[in-house]
Antibody, heavy 122, light 107 residues
Framework: QVQLVESGGDVVQPGGSLRLSCTASGFTFSDYVVHWVRQAPGKGPEWVALIWYDGNTKYYASSVKDRFTISRDNAKKTLYLQMNSLRVEDTALYYC???????????????WGQGTPVTVSS | DIQLTQSPSSLSASVGDRVTITCRAGQDISSYLNWYQQKPGNAPRLLISSASTLHSGVPSRFIGSGSATYFTLTISSLQPEDFATYFCQHSYTIPITFGGGTKVEIK
C-alpha cells in the first residue's frame, strides 16, 4: 500500500535551517507529483510547495518562496524540503502528500504521510 | 490568491442527520474543488475531487456538488465516525489554497 514517511522535524532557532525528508513506498515514486503541506497548531492546512515527477517543475507558496527549496531523488524514492531563514510562523506539522493520477498534476492530495513537526523558537 | 470561505465554521448534529457544508470561492474555479476530512491527530483524508468525484473507499453518503464559485459537501446520514473537521481546497491554479474548515460536532 502507499506509504509516505516524513522525518527531519526538530526545534530550531529563528534564522536557522532544517531539511525534511519524505520516503515513499508502495508505488512508483518517479511517476507522481508530490507536495509539501503544513499545518500550524489549531489551524487549517497550508500548501507549501510541489515538484513534478521529473523534478523539472517546482512551485512555491509566496510565504516560503526564496527560503525553502523542494527537491527529489527518484532513485532513493525520497522527497526533500530544505528550509532556510526559518521564522516563528513556520512552526507547523509538515506533511508530504501525493498527487494523483500518475504523470499528471491535478493539484490535490490523494495520499498523505503522518507528518513531521517543526518548531521555530528562541 | 483564490480565497475559499467555508460556512458554517462549526455545527452540531445528531447521528442520522443530513448535514451540508458550503465553500465559496473568490473567483470562478470551474469544478476544481476538493474536500477533505480530518480527525484529531490524523492527516487530512481526501473525500471528493473535482467537486463531485468520490475518492476510492469513501462512503457514498458523502456527496459533493457545485461549480464556479459555490460548492457544497453533503453527508446524507451522519455516522458516528463522521464527526471531524472538513476542509475544501481548490486545485484551479497555483497557489493552492484551503478553506478555513468546518468542525462537525456531536449534538
Amino acid at each position: 500500500q502507499v506509504q509516505l514517511v516524513e522525518s527531519g522535524g526538530d526545534v530550531v532557532q529563528p534564522g536557522g535551517s532544517l531539511r525534511l525528508s519524505c520516503t515513499a513506498s508502495g508505488f512508483t515514486f518517479s511517476d507522481y507529483v508530490v507536495h509539501w503541506v503544513r499545518q500550524a497548531p489549531g489551524k487549517g492546512p497550508e500548501w507549501v510547495a510541489l515538484i513534478w515527477y521529473d523534478g523539472n517543475t517546482k512551485y512555491y507558496a509566496s510565504s516560503v518562496k526564496d527560503r525553502f527549496t523542494i527537491s527529489r531523488d527518484n532513485a532513493k524514492k525520497t522527497l526533500y524540503l530544505q528550509m532556510n531563514s526559518l521564522r516563528v510562523e513556520d512552526t507547523a506539522l509538515y506533511y508530504c502528500a501525493r498527487d494523483s493520477p500518475p504523470r499528471a498534476a491535478n493539484y490535490y492530495f490523494a495520499d498523505w504521510g503522518q507528518g513531521t513537526p517543526v518548531t521555530v523558537s528562541s | 490568491d483564490i480565497q475559499l470561505t467555508q460556512s458554517p465554521s462549526s455545527l452540531s448534529a445528531s447521528v442520522g442527520d443530513r448535514v451540508t457544508i458550503t465553500c465559496r470561492a473568490g473567483q470562478d474555479i470551474s469544478s476544481y474543488l476538493n474536500w477533505y476530512q480530518q480527525k484529531p491527530g490524523n492527516a487530512p483524508r481526501l473525500l471528493i475531487s473535482s467537486a463531485s468525484t468520490l475518492h476510492s473507499g469513501v462512503p457514498s453518503r458523502f456527496i459533493g456538488s457545485g461549480s464556479a464559485t459555490y460548492f457544497t459537501l453533503t453527508i446524507s446520514s451522519l455516522q458516528p465516525e463522521d464527526f471531524a473537521t472538513y476542509f475544501c481546497q481548490h486545485s484551479y491554479t497555483i497557489p493552492i489554497t484551503f478553506g478555513g474548515g468546518t468542525k462537525v460536532e456531536i449534538k
